[in-house]
């Protein structure tokens, strides 16, 4: 089966996307393009998956760098691929040749460029990570490499939308203690006691106000849309084991 890539014309200068489960070689609850290194798939099967990834965007598998993601604020400059990965849940290069690789299940992958500095990113933003700053500091460190805010394009891909994403008081209090204005990222669930959250306009709004000059969602949602993403959220309405993760790449 061949791979599906959802691009974005913003970000059309560099090779780039947000791949979908399809084209993959995984079975099971997994099936498809599952690209996560820590799931309980066949590693063999997620090296296959990785290195199909790879060749997409004229990459090697070696070529792919990734971090180990603790949904923190963390964003790390690059110059070539690390064999160990760091704890950090963003990355920044001005090096050709390095694919930025994000690995989400409901999470944003937003991917970041300045077509003028030549300086590309990648961040892994689900709440936690939006909230703290992972957005900014993914920027900030862009700017250390020569990118300016305002040139730049960021792109998030797919994750999950606010219809499907029901959470607690407790969750809009904490949003709500930080940032009142954050409110209005929510509105009413099925009962008094919960809300919707709309994790991608949160996003959006981080995004904007870091003075991004362009950022947009691609607006799919990876819970509703079973055949194509992979979700957390959905494998843990059913009790299901273990998930699939969908991996999005950016490269100069």
């Keep these: 089966m061949v791979l599906e890539i959802i691009t974005d014309e913003g970000l059309a200068t560099f090779k780039h996307g947000f791949f979908t489960r399809k084209g993959g070689a995984s079975s099971g609850i997994f099936s498809g393009l599952n690209c996560g ?93 939006a909230q703290t700053g992972v957005l900014e500091a993914t920027v900030d460190a862009m700017e250390t490499l020569g ?18 994403y ?11 203690d930080e940032d009142p204005e954050s409110t209005r990222f929510f509105v009413s ?15 959006l709004a981080r995004l904007r106000a870091r003075g991004v ?7 799919h949602c990876t819970y509703g849309d079973e055949e194509r993403f992979y979700s957390y959220r959905r494998t843990t309405h059913r009790g299901e084991k273990d998930y699939g993760r969908l991996v999005s790449v950016i490269r100069l």
């Design 166 to 176: 029901e959470v607690g008081h407790e969750f809009f209090e904490r949003f709500a």
């Design 37 to 129: 290194q820590g799931s309980s798939d066949q590693s063999e099967i997620v090296a296959l998956n990785r290195a199909r990834v790879a060749d997409a965007l004229d990459l090697g598998p070696e070529d792919l760098a990734s971090v180990h993601q603790i949904h923190s604020a963390d964003a790390i400059a690059l110059t070539e691929p690390l064999a160990e990965k760091p704890k950090a849940d963003a990355m920044v290069t001005a090096t050709k040749g390095i694919g930025l690789a994000i690995l989400t299940a409901d999470c944003q992958p937003v991917l970041f460029a300045d077509t003028t500095a030549g300086v590309i990113g990648a961040a892994h933003a689900g709440w936690k990570g």
């Design 147 to 164: 990118a300016t805010a305002s040139n730049i394009t960021a792109v998030i891909g797919p994750c999950i939308s606010q219809r499907a």
């Design 189 to 203: 669930g099925a009962t008094p006691d919960k809300y919707l959250f709309d994790l991608p306009a949160f996003g």
């Design 213 to 219: 000059g362009d950022a947009r969602w691609t607006g």
